[in-house]
């Protein structure tokens, strides 16, 4: 168990709609970073917010966007859906990663949420 | 251009028996580099971290390697089990200003009995 959670584990939806996907993430930890991960796939950043500003960004369209509330958790919203967004998003969070320390890239997962796109 | 691939992409081998892993980056300026065990369907979980001054690392049956040289990483697993059934993926964190994190593909391993 890594104390992050998501929410819902799976979901269905059709072209052009919209989505959002929840994370709560562990106690302490002031650092949320969101995954797209196709199957067979290693994980792909989207972004990363720390305290409640998005402080990094990977390549995917703005209508990839989140939010990051003061209580650390946070949401991944996905605008006018296109089937090759079918995958699993993951959240992970993390303490402030210090270059060189202990924890640096330790991120802890939650169990994803599944999105199918049809 | 940062990159981490991973060898091979997928790997069978019988319960009991050893395999390694391997890991290619070139990935610059190097921090740290992480394995993390992902299975099916489930989020990845850290496995080991190697800084750049560490050659070696073992976690149980699970022994890490780094040159940081010819930046190449490996991961020993021993005695494999039926649970080491997972991906496994190597991930390297730049020492840039967010401490980017450079994700290889993975290694698919299926352990059969």
């Known amino acids: 168990e890594t104390g992050v959670t998501q929410s819902p584990t799976h979901l269905i939806k059709t072209r052009g709609q919209q989505v959002t996907l929840r994370c709560s993430s562990q106690?302490?930890?002031?650092?949320v970073s969101w995954y797209q991960q196709a199957l067979g796939q290693g994980p792909q950043f989207i972004f990363q917010?720390?305290?409640?500003?998005?402080?990094g960004r990977g390549n995917f369209p703005p209508r990839f966007s989140g939010l990051q509330f003061p209580n650390y958790s946070s949401e991944l919203n996905v605008n006018a859906l296109e089937l090759d967004d079918s995958a699993l998003y993951l959240c992970?969070?993390?303490?402030?990663?210090?270059?060189?320390?202990?924890?640096?890239?330790?991120?802890?997962f939650g169990e994803g949420s599944r999105l199918t796109v049809l | 251009k940062n990159q981490v691939e991973q060898s091979p992409q997928s790997l069978i081998i019988l319960e009991g028996k050893n395999c390694t892993l391997q890991?290619?980056?070139?990935?610059?300026?190097?921090?740290?580099l992480r394995w993390y065990k992902q299975d099916t369907g489930r989020g990845p979980v850290s496995l080991t971290i190697?800084?750049?001054s560490e050659n070696t690392k073992s976690n149980r049956r699970y022994t890490a390697t780094l040159d940081a040289d010819t930046k190449q990483s490996s991961l020993h697993i021993t005695a494999s089990q039926l649970s080491d059934s997972a991906s496994y993926i190597c991930?390297?964190?730049?020492?840039?200003?967010?401490?980017?994190?450079?994700w290889g593909a993975g290694t698919k391993l299926i352990i059969k009995p």
């Open positions: 992970a969070s993390s303490r402030t990663q210090l270059a060189g320390g202990p924890s640096a890239g330790e991120l802890f």
């Open positions: 106690s302490g930890h002031n650092t």
């Open positions: 917010y720390y305290r409640e500003e998005e402080n």
């Open positions: 890991c290619n980056y070139t990935v610059s300026p190097f921090s740290n």
């Open positions: 190697m800084t750049f």
């Open positions: 991930v390297v964190i730049l020492m840039d200003s967010n401490y980017q994190l450079i």
